[in-house]
């Protein structure tokens, strides 16, 4: 894989816990938090004018939540991917493959402008993987925060923060 002159807007789910040991047995069914909000339509208002082709979310609730408040504001759909789900009793070599897949995919595909909505490790692994070819485990927690956009064009990659 190598950089392409697509433009990817990567952004992660709402604010859906305020624990720093992560979501323990509401992995699955954490939702966002209403003080998550605010930064989801901040960025939703950004992303109106910015060109779209195709997005994708993570299939877990708080995906769908962000993802549905950033189409109503921009009147943009977002496709169910599963491999861009959280990292759930998998290796980091399972999550690596799946997310080359998607990569993979997107890179074969006519989409030049992905807007994606996903979690941390996700977004390591997309963000090194189009970035650089690769992730490793070094790479892992190299997210976003939710009310975090990340900008990857041209195989350069920013952050605009909207919290």
């Known amino acids: ?8 807007h990567i952004f992660r789910h709402g604010l859906a816990t305020h624990s720093r040991t992560g979501y323990g047995d509401r992995i699955l069914t954490a939702e966002v938090l209403p003080e998550g909000i605010p930064p989801i339509r901040t960025i939703g208002k950004y992303l109106v004018n910015v060109p779209y082709d195709f997005g994708a979310r ?16 921009t009147g943009r759909p977002f496709t169910v991917d599963t491999r ?44 090194h993987l189009i970035t650089t070819g690769a992730f490793s485990r070094a790479n892992e927690n190299d ?12 195989g350069a990659a920013s952050v605009m923060r909207f919290a």
Not at 1 to 6: A, H, K, L, Q
Request: with cysteine; glycine share 4%; net charge negative.
């Open 143 to 154: 997210y976003t925060q939710p009310g975090e956009l990340l900008v990857i064009q041209g």
């Open 58 to 73: 993570s299939e877990l609730i708080r995906c769908r939540q962000t993802a549905d408040i950033v189409t109503e504001l």
């Open 1 to 8: 894989m190598t950089p392409s002159d697509r433009t990817w």
């Open 84 to 127: 861009l789900n959280e990292q759930i009793d998998e290796s980091f070599e399972a999550v690596r493959d799946r997310v080359r897949a998607f990569v993979d995919e997107m890179q074969a595909s006519p989409h030049q402008h992905i807007w994606i909505c996903t979690h941390g490790a996700i977004i390591a692994a997309l963000k």
